[in-house]
C-alpha cells in the first residue's frame, strides 16, 4: 500500500476513535443530566431527604461527599506526592523503587468493593473505630494514594535534569531545588494525578458503603455517620426508592465532578502558561 | 593565581578520566579549555565547582586550590563553593519562570529577600549581560520564551547576580548562531574585568579571539598550556600542533 494511503487510512481511525469516545461520552452525560435536571431545585440541593429520600433533598448527602474529599485530600495527597518525591530525589536502592511501584500497580486495580471489605474487616471490626465519615475517607485515601504516587512520581522523575544542574550550580541545597524547581516544574503532572484520584474517590460507593453508617441526618463532623452522593444514588435506585432523585442526586454528583474537572484543567493551562512551557 | 591545580586525578567507579592535572590560572583573565570530545575538559570544570560530586560514583585525589583554599579540604561549604564558581551550561538552562525571577533564583536561595535589592541587583546584572534592552519590558514574562542566545545570556546574568568570583563556562555557544556568539563572546571579554573565567571550547576561532590562556586537554591530560598566543603560533608539543592545526577532533 502506499505511504500515503496508510497515513490516511491512520488518521481518519484516530478522528474515529476520537468521536466515539466523545460520542459515548456525550451521550452518557446527557442522558443523565436530561433525566436529572427535573428533580433540581433549591429545596432538592438545601434540604434533608424525607421518607428514606423519597422526598426531600440531599444536603446531608452533599456535605458528606464533602467531607470525605477532605479527608481524602488530607491524606492522600501528602502521602502520595510525599512518598513520590522520596522515591523521585532520595532513594537510591531501585529494588525498593521497583517493589513500591509494583504494589501501587496492584492497589490501584484493586475493585473497590475490596476497599470496602478490608475497611469494614480492618477498621470498623478490628480496630473498632466506629461507622463514619472518618473511616470511610481513610479507606478512600488508601484508594486513591496508589495513583497519585503513580503519576506524581512520572511527573517528577520528567523535570529536565538541565534545570537541576542550573540549580545545583547556583549553590542550592536539595531542598532549596525541590521546593523552588523541582515542585513547580512538575506541579501541573502531579496536580492532574491528584484531581484524577480525588473525581475517582468523590464518586465511589462501593469502597465506603460499609463505612460511613448510610445515615441521613445532617453530618456535623467528620465522627458523624453519613452518606455520600454516590451512595445514596445507589441506594435510591438499588431499593426503588425514587429514580427521580435518583437521576437528580446522579446529576448533582457530575456536576460537581465537571465543575473539578473543568475548573482544574484551566488552572492547570494558565499555570503552565505561566511557567512558559 | 587565582585557581591552582596540583596534581589533580579523577574519574568515575574505575574508569579514569582525568589524570596528573597541574594548571595555574590567573585572576580576571579567560582561560580556554580546548581538546577532541570526550577527553575530560567537561570533567575537570566541573571539578572545580564540585558538580560532579552529583555523580555518586565520581572521586579524585590532588588538588584544586581556589584563593589558596582546597576545594576538596574537609571545611569547604559546597553550597558557598558554588556560590563563588558560577556556571554555565552546555545548553542554556533557564528555570521555567519569569525573567526576573531567573536572576533573582540565586539571591532569594542564598537569604536575601528585600524586594529593592533584588530588582538593583536584577537590573544591573541583566546589564552586565548585555540583555537588559532587550527584556526590559517583559522581565515578568516566561524565560523559556526567550531565544537560545537571549537565554545564554540570561543565565549568565543570573549567575552574576550572586557576584561570584569565577564563572565556569562549557561550551556556551555550542547550540547558537553566529551572532549569537559573537555576543557572548564580547560579553566574555567585558566580563573578564571582573571575573576569572574558564571556558570550555570546542571552536579553535573562538579560543584564539576570546582567551588570555589556553589549555589543551588530550585523554584527560593537559598537553599543553600557556598563553593563548604562543599556544597557536608557536606550540612546543607535536599533539597540540596537529589539533591545533585540525588534523584530528
Ligand atoms: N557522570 C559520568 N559518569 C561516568 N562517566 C562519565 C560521566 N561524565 C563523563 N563521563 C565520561 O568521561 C569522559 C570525559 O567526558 P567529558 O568530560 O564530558 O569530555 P569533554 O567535555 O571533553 O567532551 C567521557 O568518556 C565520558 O563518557
Ligand atoms: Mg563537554
Known amino acids: ?277 | 593565581m587565582k585557581i591552582e591545580v596540583n596534581h589533580f586525578n579523577a574519574g568515575f567507579g574505575n574508569m579514569e578520566i582525568l589524570k596528573d592535572i597541574n594548571l595555574k590560572i590567573p585572576k580576571h583573565s579567560v582561560t580556554a579549555l580546548i581538546g577532541p570530545s570526550g577527553c575530560g575538559k567537561s570533567t575537570f570544570l566541573r571539578s572545580i565547582n564540585r558538580m560532579n560530586d552529583l555523580s555518586r560514583d565520581f572521586c579524585c585525589n590532588g588538588d584544586i586550590l581556589i584563593n589558596s583554599m582546597n576545594i576538596y579540604g574537609d571545611e569547604i561549604d559546597v553550597v558557598d563553593l558554588r556560590k563563588n564558581v558560577g556556571m554555565v551550561f552546555q545548553k542554556a538552562n533557564p528555570f521555567p519562570m519569569s525573567i526576573y525571577d531567573n536572576v533573582a533564583y540565586g539571591l532569594r536561595i542564598h537569604g536575601i529577600h528585600d524586594d529593592y535589592e533584588i530588582s538593583k541587583v536584577v537590573e544591573k546584572s541583566l546589564k552586565q549581560a548585555a540583555l537588559w534592552e532587550e527584556v526590559e519590558d517583559k522581565l515578568f514574562e516566561s524565560a523559556l520564551n526567550l531565544s537560545g542566545g537571549q537565554q545564554q545570556r540570561l543565565c549568565i546574568a543570573r549567575t552574576i547576580a550572586v557576584n561570584p568570583d569565577i564563572i565556569l563556562m562549557d561550551e556556551p555557544c555550542s547550540a547558537l548562531d553566529p551572532i549569537s556568539t559573537l555576543k557572548i563572546e564580547e560579553l566574555i571579554s567585558e566580563l573578564k574585568k571582573d571575573y576569572t573565567i574558564v571556558l570550555v571550547t570546542h571552536n579553535m576561532q573562538q579560543a584564539k579571539r576570546s582567551s588570555d590562556y589556553t589549555a589543551f586537554f588530550l585523554n584527560g591530560e593537559v598537553i599543553e598550556s600557556g598563553l593563548t598566543r604562543n599556544i597557536f603560533q608557536n606550540p612546543q608539543e607535536i599533539k597540540t600542533q596537529d589539533y591545533i592545526m585540525g588534523r584530528f577532533g
Not at chain 1, 485530600?73 to 529494588?95: D, R
Not at chain 1, 516544574?185 to 460507593?205: M, V
Open chain 1, 1 to 277: 500500500m502506499h505511504v500515503k494511503s496508510i497515513q490516511k487510512i491512520t488518521s481518519f481511525w484516530f478522528k474515529l476513535s476520537g468521536a466515539i469516545t466523545l460520542a459515548i461520552l456525550m451521550i452518557i452525560v446527557s442522558y443523565i443530566l436530561i433525566k436529572g435536571i427535573g428533580a433540581i431545585n433549591l429545596e432538592f440541593l438545601l434540604t434533608k431527604p424525607v421518607d428514606s429520600g423519597r422526598e426531600g433533598g440531599i444536603l446531608p448527602m452533599i456535605l458528606s461527599s464533602l467531607y470525605l474529599l477532605a479527608v481524602t485530600s488530607f491524606i492522600a495527597i501528602p502521602l502520595g506526592v510525599g512518598s513520590a518525591l522520596y522515591m523521585a530525589e532520595y532513594n537510591e536502592n531501585h529494588k525498593l523503587e521497583v517493589v513500591i511501584r509494583f504494589i501501587s500497580q496492584v492497589l490501584a486495580s484493586v475493585p473497590s468493593i475490596v476497599f470496602g471489605l478490608f475497611g469494614l474487616a480492618f477498621l470498623i471490626f478490628f480496630l473498632k473505630t466506629g461507622w463514619s465519615l472518618l473511616s470511610g475517607g481513610v479507606i478512600l485515601s488508601l484508594m486513591s494514594m496508589p495513583t497519585i504516587y503513580q503519576v506524581s512520581e512520572v511527573a517528577l522523575k520528567s523535570v529536565p535534569e538541565h534545570y537541576k544542574e542550573g540549580c545545583y550550580g547556583m549553590g542550592a541545597t536539595k531542598w532549596q531545588c525541590i521546593t523552588s524547581i523541582i515542585l513547580p516544574t512538575a506541579a501541573s503532572g502531579i496536580f492532574t494525578g491528584i484531581i484524577l484520584a480525588l473525581t475517582r474517590a468523590f464518586s465511589e460507593a462501593a469502597a465506603v458503603m460499609y463505612l460511613v453508617g448510610s445515615s441521613l441526618e445532617m453530618p456535623t463532623s467528620l465522627l458523624d455517620t453519613g452518606r455520600p452522593l454516590p451512595l445514596h444514588l445507589y441506594v435510591l435506585a438499588n431499593e426503588g426508592i425514587s429514580m427521580e432523585n435518583a437521576y437528580g442526586t446522579a446529576f448533582v454528583l457530575i456536576a460537581i465532578v465537571l465543575t473539578i474537572t473543568i475548573l482544574s484543567n484551566h488552572i492547570i493551562s494558565k499555570y503552565e502558561i505561566k511557567l512558559g512551557v
